[in-house]
C-alpha cells in the first residue's frame, strides 16, 4: 500500500516543528547567552534566535532534523547576524575575526554530527550573564520576570501567562516593551559590579524560582513535568550560591530547589503517569539531593541573619524530606512555617498552602474555611488549585456533589494534559 506523500509532508512538518519547540525549550538560553556576546544586543541575539527557528521550521521537513539541532540553529543565526552586518556595511574588526571563525565553522555545524559552536566551559557564565541582563533594574519586575521564562526558560507567551495569572496579551507587551528598553539603555553583556549585583539578586532569585517550579509543575502541555527546566534553574542557583556566599536567601534558594527536586524520581510512575504525594514511594526520592538541601539551608541558617522567605519554604519541604509517611509528617510545624512566610511574604498562593496544612493539622473544614475566604476574596478565581483544593477538602466531608464540581472546574482552568487527566480521574470517581 503506498503512503500518501501529503501525509507524509504533514508528518514531517509536525515532526520538525516539536524538534524545534523541545531544542528552543532546552537550549534556547545557551543559544541566545551566545547571539548576545557575539552582536553585544539582547533584543537582537533573541530575534536572529527566532528568525533560525523558522528557518529551520522550513528547511528540516526537507533536509530532516541534524544530528545537533542546537548547532545548527546558532550557526544559522550568527550567519543572519554578518549578513546584517554586511546590508548595513559594517565591517569592523569584529566582523572580520567572526567572518574568518565562521568560515571554518558554519557548514560542518549545520551538518551533522557537528559539536556545539559554544564554550563549554564557558557556558555558565554566559547563562549567568544573561540572566542579570533580563533582570536589569531598567525593567519593571513583572518585565524581568516575563523576559527571564521566555529566554532563559524556553516557555511560550501562553505558559508565562499561566505561570503569572496575567492574561497572554500582557506578557507580550511586557517583552516586547522589556527587549525595547534595554536596547535604549545600551545594557551591556556582563554580570554587574559587586554593589548593583547584590541589588539584583532579589529579581534574580524570583525568576530563578519561577523557572524552577516550570519545570516542577509544568503550566501547560502534555508532560507533567518539565525536569530539564528545573536542573537549569538549580545549576544557575548554586553558581549565585558561590558567588554571594554571605548571603542567607542564596542558600536558602538551593535548599528548596534540592530538597523539591528529591522528590523528582517519585512523581511519575512506569508508565509516565502523575503521582501525587501522598502515593509516591518515599524509597525512591534521592536522598543525595536531601542531604545537599539540608546541607544548603543549615549554610544558610550558619549565617545568622534569619530565615528569608525561600529559607522558610526549603524548611517546610525538609519536613517532607524526613517524614516517613504523609501522615507521620509534622503539620504542625508546617503550619507555623506558613504563618511565617505568609507574614514575610504575603500571597493568596502561599494562604492556600497554608490550608493544606491546616487541614492536615486540624481537619478539613479548618482548612475549607481558609479556603472559602480565598474563594471570597477571588484573586484566585482562575487557579486551578484553588479548586483543586476545595474539591479535595470537600470529599474528605463527604460532600462528593460539590467536590465533583470542583474537580471539574479545575480541569477547564488548568493548561497541563496530565493534570487535567487527574483531576477529572477524581471527579470521575466521586461519581
Partial sequence: ???????????????????????????????????????????????????????????????????????????????????????????????????????????????????????????????????????????????????????????????????????????????????????????????????????????VFGVLYLMFNEGHAATAGEDWMRPELSRESLRLSRILAELVPAEPEAHGLVALMELTAARFPARLDAAGEPVLLADQDRRRWDTAAIVRGRTALARGDGIGSGRGAYALQAAIAECHAVAPTVDATNWCHIVILYEALGRLAPSPVVDLNRAVAVAMASGPEAGLRIVDSLVADGRLAKYHLLHATRGELLARLGRYEEARAEFTVASRLTGNQQERTVLLQKASALG
Fill in 1 to 203: 500500500m503506498t503512503t500518501d506523500p501529503g501525509r507524509r509532508r504533514t508528518d514531517s512538518v509536525e515532526s520538525a516543528r516539536r524538534s524545534v519547540a523541545a531544542v528552543w525549550r532546552i537550549e534556547s538560553a545557551r543559544i541566545v547567552a551566545t547571539l548576545t556576546r557575539m552582536v553585544g544586543d539582547f533584543g537582537l541575539a533573541e530575534d536572529l534566535a527566532q528568525e533560525a527557528l523558522a528557518d529551520a521550521l522550513v528547511q528540516w521537513p526537507e533536509s530532516g532534523i541534524p544530528a545537533n539541532p542546537g548547532a545548527w540553529l546558532t550557526a544559522v543565526a550568527k550567519r543572519k547576524a554578518i549578513d546584517g552586518w554586511r546590508r548595513r556595511e559594517r565591517y569592523d574588526e569584529r566582523l572580520a575575526a567572526l567572518a574568518r571563525e565562521l568560515s571554518a565553522d558554519v557548514a560542518d555545524a549545520i551538518g551533522a554530527g557537528a559539536e556545539l559552536p559554544w564554550d563549554p566551559d564557558g557556558i555558565d557564565d554566559d547563562v549567568l550573564r544573561l540572566v542579570f541582563i533580563a533582570c536589569h533594574p531598567v525593567l519593571s519586575r513583572e518585565a524581568q520576570v516575563a523576559l527571564t521564562l521566555r529566554v532563559i526558560g524556553g516557555l511560550s507567551t501562553e505558559e508565562i501567562a499561566r505561570a503569572c495569572l496575567v492574561p497572554t496579551a500582557t506578557v507580550q507587551q511586557r517583552i516586547v516593551r522589556a527587549k525595547k528598553t534595554l536596547a535604549a539603555a545600551k545594557v551591556p553583556f556582563v554580570v554587574p559590579e559587586r554593589p548593583e549585583f547584590e541589588q539584583r539578586l532579589t529579581a
